[in-house]
């Protein structure tokens, strides 16, 4: 009795000490779930990740409409690491020749993509290096029913990148709505911030009997006449170019669907080298509109899909938006339980080609190393300036838009 209460006692104690919160436990497989009006949704700890998307579809069926893993401890493990659903961080997308310059140092980040034999472990960074954020187990700060904080620590020096970063992901639902908002301060150096949400969507939860990929959906991005013009690995050449008029990448002057344009010729290359899709990234203009308010002044995207009637309008207060078709995928990787069609030999449970898209507000990619984009209060933070800040509402709706709108 003497020595339980004792262990108790000192359990308290080193509980109190290590300064732990007491949140709530997740579910069985590790995950966070919260809940609005006619939407709930998983989150795990790991890359602080989405892992589920609840919403009924037009005829009142629920889907699962984000890409994942069925438990949390697979994140870790899958070897493919597609970045489902998580926050890219420190610094989002490609970095050219893994270095940047800031204030005259030249700073050299862990490359990890397209390697070759004289860069073995790659020609860039992508998505912050080999041990990005979204490889990393954040800690949960708070969890209520209907909304997540997550916190992460980055050290100083990790994948090179200068000075420790601190930053808070808080996830929330309403009424039909998810919404986000990111901060991240630098609390030692001068460092590039830029984050995302990298969450992969199928409209139907794969679960459309006619086709299982996302072509067929409807995209439109009503702010963006122009692009990040890029090399044939995906890297920023410095060049904004014209979407013109009827073109592959004109999604600004009418919705279409994605394959709407995969039969012209110019698909071919448009996301790299022999790829044919899109993995490009958008400006977002509105200046011209003067002040607006991005919650309430016109979503930046939509994506819509006719055999589902479920339509998501993306608001942010973010200057660029990526969208990549999930040209990289190939039917090796599997569908949560959630998802599918069970018993229909003609769409096996995985995710084909062209089954996803991830759509990515964010800042003008590789900004750091385009100092003539002027990109710097959006990208460059030290310690007494602004927080970085990303805010964003992606809302719901059914049957909102006639098909195809
Ligand atoms: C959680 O939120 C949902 C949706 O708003 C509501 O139906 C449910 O009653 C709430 N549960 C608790 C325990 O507050
Ligand atoms: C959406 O429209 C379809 C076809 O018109 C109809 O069958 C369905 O009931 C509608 N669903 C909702 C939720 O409005
Ligand atoms: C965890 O999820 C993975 C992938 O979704 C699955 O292969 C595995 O069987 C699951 N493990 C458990 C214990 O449920
Ligand atoms: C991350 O968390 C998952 C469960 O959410 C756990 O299985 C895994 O071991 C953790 N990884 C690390 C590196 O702590
Ligand atoms: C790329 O980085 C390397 C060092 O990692 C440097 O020697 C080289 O000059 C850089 N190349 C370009 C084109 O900036
Ligand atoms: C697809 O599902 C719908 C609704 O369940 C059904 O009416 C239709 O026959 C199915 N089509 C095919 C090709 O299986
Ligand atoms: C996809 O869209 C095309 C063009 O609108 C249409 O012809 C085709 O029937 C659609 N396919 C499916 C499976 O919905
Ligand atoms: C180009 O892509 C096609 C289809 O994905 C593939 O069959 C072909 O081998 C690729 N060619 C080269 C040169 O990589
Ligand atoms: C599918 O893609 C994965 C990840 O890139 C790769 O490891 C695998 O070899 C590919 N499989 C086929 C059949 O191309």
Redesign the pocket.
Known sequence: MRLNLLSVAVFLLTTALAGKKTVPD?DVN?KYWINGEGISASF???GASISNLLINDQYGIQRDIVTGFDN??Y??IDRQHPHFGGVPGRYANRIKNSSFELDGVTYHVLANENPTATHPDGLDTLHGGPDGWDW??FTVESYTNNSITFSIVDPDGKEGFPGEVVSYITYTLGKMTWDFKMVAIATTKKTPIMLSSHTYWNLDGFANNETQSTLNHTFYLPYSGQRVGVDNILIPTGDILANKLGSVNDFWSAPKQIGHSFSDPEIHGNCGFNCSGYDTCWLVSRDQEGPYDWRKDGFVARLQSAWSGIQLDVYSDQEAFQMYSCNGQNGSMALKTTQGLFDNPEFPRTIPKYGCVVLEVEDWIDGINRPEWQRGRKQIFEPGGDPYVLQASYRFSINSTAADF
């Open positions: 997740p590790g795990v700890p790991y949390a401890s994140y870790g990393r187990n």
